[in-house]
Every structure is written in structure tokens, then in C-alpha cells.
């Protein structure tokens, strides 16, 4: 009878140890986040500068499974500003990073140069390990699916790199022409079956259908605003935002911009076919969006003139961060704060309680609380070597 007891109770102790291991794993449950940091090009006050004798180029993975997250991994590689805040993504096991927007000033010939390739990140390696593999155009915002084996390239000559990803091996297998100007940013819709491409030239967002690795494009286009840049996509399958960059997105803009209002573009891609809802006014240059993991909340990173010189009527010091409610269908702004100076990217953490957006000219990762529908800047930073200029999380 005592040993039974005894059986029983070191059965019970086991088991509680076992469910306060599971609880702990799922209160950290992995949230990998990785950032591509320009350390060549420097902003002051509006203006671009490539300083002689720059630190190299950066990629940073961070762990945000707790608050604030840490820097776990920096690799040097070649990334560049130019483009938007989406040319780096992750596998969903964080084994490998991919990082495109590859950029080199040549000071001789005051000259910014684009190479051809992605460069894939061993981040298992150690040190870590970079290969290029060249796509035959400069590559802007990258995607990985859930499943982690195919990835989507987005290039500057309207095409579209199909990557396979095996295990630690990437290779080219297609290349699918949908546009003749530039490409920006990227995103799978989360069953994987489609992909939204920002046609930032040409107007609108292209759709692609994907099946059993291949790639084909649908001939739907949505529409945006001027300049479609960066794109998101929501866990819950419902819901796709697009970031609209206005004139100053455009090639070769000669005109003088003061800071014009810009958008954000919801997209319903709840069914086929998917459909533009609405068009969100925002300050001017939202560089960057993301909707949370929950679906509730987009987040917006607009430059709001901080991009400009200081004899511009439209120049500010700091930008904005906004946050919008999907309230029945439309989106909703319930809060904003002050932001960067001319910042980048934005992602929300797995849990949605957090933003994170890449202050370019600070050459800091600042950290925003999402809490029911307010915003506030944490006053938490994360400094890097460069100024940060993709952000992207694992697929979600």
C-alpha cells in the first residue's frame, strides 16, 4: 500500500513538473524576428550621405519570445536602404534567413551599385554562414511560406524569383515575369495557396496562385494607392494591408513634395477573389505596415516628413507610429506616437502586445506596448551597427 502511494504521488510530482515545463515552453514559445541593417548610408537631416570607411553591412536575428528581445545572431552581409523595408525574411524553424536589396557605394565614382543575387544565412552554422545565389536582378522584398520550403522574390525588373528551400540549401527554380518596372514588397496569404505582390511602378497588387510549389500568376490585380510598397498579411486568413508611398515612391520624381498625406490599402482576402475595402489615410511615407498575429490591430510607420531637408515647409523631426482597430470590416485608427527620424520597417511580436520598428537614422530597433487599443513607446532599445532597412518575423 505505502509503495503504491509512494508510486502515486512520484506519478503526480511528474506530472506536474511536466505540465509547468509545457506551460513555460508555451509562454516562450519561439518568436524569431530578423533585421537587415545598412551601415553605408547615412540620412542627415534629409539628405543621403555614404561616409568613407563605413562598418559592414549587418543581418540581426532576434529572439522575442520575452521582453525585450535579445540579439541572438549578427552576420555581416550586403543589404541596402534603397527599396522597401521588406527585402530579409526567415524559415519558420529560424535554420535560415534570406536577405535581398544587396547594395555598394562606390566612392570613386559617387556611385550606388545593385547586385543580382540573395544571399541565404546558415544560422546554425557558427559562425553563421552567407552564400550567394544569383537571380539575374536586383532582388527588393522576400517572403517565405509556412511551410518553409518555397520562397518569393521580389525584383526591380518586374519579375519574381522562386526559391526552393531544402533543408539548408536554396536554389532558383523559376522566374515568373508579371510587370516591366519594379517590384516592392511580397506576402503569402497564410493557407500558402496565394501570394500578393506590390506592383510599386505600375499600380495596383498582383495575385499569384500557388500549388504544389509552383508558382503562376492568377492575372488579378487589386487596387492601391500611388506607390504600393510593403505588404502583410493576417494569421487569422481574413485580411492583407498595403503600405501606399505616394509620388516620392515613384522613379525618377522631379517634382518638390511638402509631406502629402499618403494611404494604406485593406485588402479582403477572406475569398476569392480577393478585393481592395478600403483606403486609410495616413501621414506621408508609410514605409512600413503590419497587421498582429491576432488580427486585430495594423500597425503604421510613416515617415511624416522626418525624410526631408530642413528648408522644406514639410519637414519634421520624428515620424509617426499608428495603430488601427479592424472594427467590421474597416480599419480604424484608436492611437499614434511620436516615432524615428525617417524609420523603416515595423513588425508586431507573435503575442501582439508589442511593435517593433526600425529607427534608420538611430540605428535602433525601439520598441512600442499595444495594450487594448493604446499605444506607447516602451523607451526600450535595441542599438545596432547600421541603420536597420528590412524587418520581417517568421511566417505566421
Not at 537631416?45 to 555614404?50: P, V
Amino acid at each position: 500500500m505505502r509503495n503504491s502511494l509512494t508510486s502515486h504521488r512520484r506519478c503526480i510530482r511528474t506530472v506536474a513538473v511536466l505540465t509547468m515545463a509545457f506551460a513555460a515552453c508555451a509562454s516562450h514559445a519561439a518568436d524569431w524576428i530578423v533585421s537587415g541593417n545598412d551601415a553605408k548610408y547615412q540620412r542627415v537631416e534629409g539628405r543621403d550621405t555614404f561616409p568613407e570607411n563605413p562598418a559592414p553591412d549587418t543581418l540581426t536575428l532576434l529572439d522575442a519570445s520575452r521582453f525585450p528581445p535579445r540579439v541572438t545572431v549578427q552576420v555581416e552581409v550586403e543589404n541596402g536602404i534603397q527599396g522597401p523595408p521588406q527585402a530579409v525574411a526567415i524559415t519558420p524553424d529560424a535554420q535560415v534567413a534570406l536577405i535581398g536589396a544587396p547594395t555598394r557605394y562606390d566612392h570613386a565614382a559617387k556611385k550606388l551599385l545593385m547586385d543580382s543575387f540573395v544571399q541565404f544565412i546558415d544560422l546554425q552554422a557558427t559562425p553563421a554562414a552567407v552564400t550567394r545565389l544569383d537571380i539575374g536582378s536586383h532582388p527588393q522584398g522576400i517572403a517565405i511560406d509556412r511551410s518553409g520550403r518555397l520562397a518569393l522574390v521580389a525584383c526591380v525588373d518586374g519579375s519574381v524569383a522562386v526559391l526552393g528551400i531544402d533543408g539548408k540549401r536554396v536554389m532558383l527554380i523559376d522566374t515568373l515575369k508579371i510587370a516591366q518596372k519594379r517590384l516592392a514588397g511580397v506576402s503569402f496569404t497564410h493557407d500558402g495557396a496565394h501570394a500578393l505582390v506590390a506592383l510599386r511602378d505600375e499600380q495596383g497588387v498582383a495575385v499569384l496562385d500557388v500549388a504544389d510549389g509552383r508558382v503562376t500568376d492568377s492575372g488579378a490585380r487589386l487596387s492601391s494607392g500611388v506607390a504600393p510598397y510593403t505588404i502583410d498579411v493576417s494569421s487569422d486568413g481574413r485580411w492583407a494591408v498595403v503600405s501606399d508611398v505616394g509620388l516620392a515612391g515613384l522613379p525618377a520624381y522631379s517634382g518638390k513634395l511638402a509631406g502629402d498625406a499618403d494611404t494604406v490599402t485593406l485588402i479582403d482576402v477572406s475569398r476569392t477573389p480577393f478585393r481592395a475595402v478600403q483606403h486609410v489615410t495616413v501621414p506621408s511615407l508609410p514605409e512600413g505596415v503590419a497587421i498582429s498575429p491576432d488580427g486585430k490591430w495594423i500597425g503604421v510607420q510613416a515617415m511624416d516628413g522626418s525624410n526631408l531637408t530642413p528648408d522644406n515647409p514639410g519637414r519634421h523631426t520624428r515620424g509617426k507610429v499608428l495603430l488601427f482597430a479592424i472594427r467590421d470590416g474597416q480599419a480604424v485608427k484608436v492611437a499614434e506616437a511620436p516615432g524615428g527620424e525617417a524609420a523603416q520597417g515595423i513588425v508586431f511580436t507573435a503575442d501582439s502586445k508589442h511593435l517593433i520598428v526600425q529607427f534608420n537614422v538611430e540605428k535602433q530597433l525601439a520598441l512600442y506596448a499595444v495594450d487594448g487599443g493604446h499605444l506607447h513607446d516602451t523607451g526600450q532599445r535595441i542599438a545596432l551597427t547600421g541603420g536597420p532597412s528590412s524587418l520581417r518575423t517568421t511566417p505566421r
